[in-house]
């Protein structure tokens, strides 16, 4: 793996939005220990690249992903990685696999889902900031149909769904499958793009996204991932110490200053 190319994912860079897309389409997209590692460097690579304001996931094929490969998974049921058993913090947590770090990055992530996904590929949809899908999108969690108990993607999922429906979808396996229509109502995705549009409009999503400040909408993401996991008053205080931080920035001066002269800001990213 170079640095600039991956060999199960691509790596594409528009203005400043980096466009991550899941690359085994003859596997429906599962996802092996190098696909994870890859993964994993490209998540990092976009973070701690400054041009970058912001991420797209989408994938090839007819899936957007199947979960774990199950050709690749050991027979003593260890995390799949690329690293010996336990030697990272990472494989002490729970199993992230594909998942973006979504607590510790700050980048906004903005998820196509353009087909069928379901058990690790459910993390994105759970995971991501902004979640849109192709008319041919399925969801559903295949776990119990296999003999595994469905983990935190369904914890996860329960936190999105309503219980009644999250458990529903967790105990009926692969035989409850939702369509694109019924995610939008359910609220598990915000849009409905016509398939072969998705690529293209998650990109106009994310160039409406740049043309804000993208250390406010950072600030104002972390705000609100860290807030639902804490009571709502040391939520709100969290809250205001993110704008606290951001007002000691030039982009908090040049926003007022462009909207007082009525022009377009230009942002600088500090």
């Known amino acids: 793996m170079s640095a600039q190319s991956y060999a199960t994912i691509g790596y594409e860079v528009t203005g400043h939005t980096a466009t991550i897309t899941l690359n085994r ?9 190098h696909m994870i590692t890859e993964l994993r460097s490209a998540y990092d690579r976009a973070e701690n690249d400054d041009n970058i304001w912001l991420l797209i996931v989408t994938g090839t094929g007819r899936a957007f992903c199947t979960g774990a490969d199950v050709k690749e998974i050991p027979e003593d049921g260890k995390v799949i990685d690329e690293r010996p058993y336990l030697s990272t913090y990472d494989q002490w947590e729970a199993p992230q696999e594909g998942t973006p770090p979504f607590r510790r990055m700050a980048k906004p992530v903005i998820v196509a889902i353009n087909g069928i996904c379901c058990g690790a590929g459910l993390d994105w949809v759970t995971t991501g900031d902004i979640v849109i899908a192709s008319d041919r999108a399925t969801f559903f969690d295949p776990h119990v149909s296999i003999g595994l108990v469905a983990g935190r993607e369904m914890v996860r999922l329960a936190r999105v769904l309503p219980r009644s429906v999250a458990l529903r979808m967790a105990m009926m396996g692969k035989h409850e499958r939702v369509d694109a229509a019924r995610a939008y109502e359910l609220g598990l995705i915000t849009e409905i793009v016509e398939h072969d549009r998705l690529v293209e409009r998650a990109h106009e999503i994310a160039e409406i996204v740049t043309r804000n400040a993208p250390l406010a909408v950072r600030g104002t993401r972390l705000a ?29 001066l040049e926003g007022p200053k462009a909207f007082v002269e009525k022009r377009a800001p230009e942002w600088q990213c500090r």
């Open 25 to 33: 389409p003859e596997a429906l997209n599962a996802l092996s220990p």
């Open 224 to 252: 609100i991932i860290k807030g639902r996991e804490i009571p709502m008053h040391e939520a709100e205080m969290l809250a205001e110490a993110f704008r606290e931080r951001n007002l000691h920035t030039e982009d908090s």
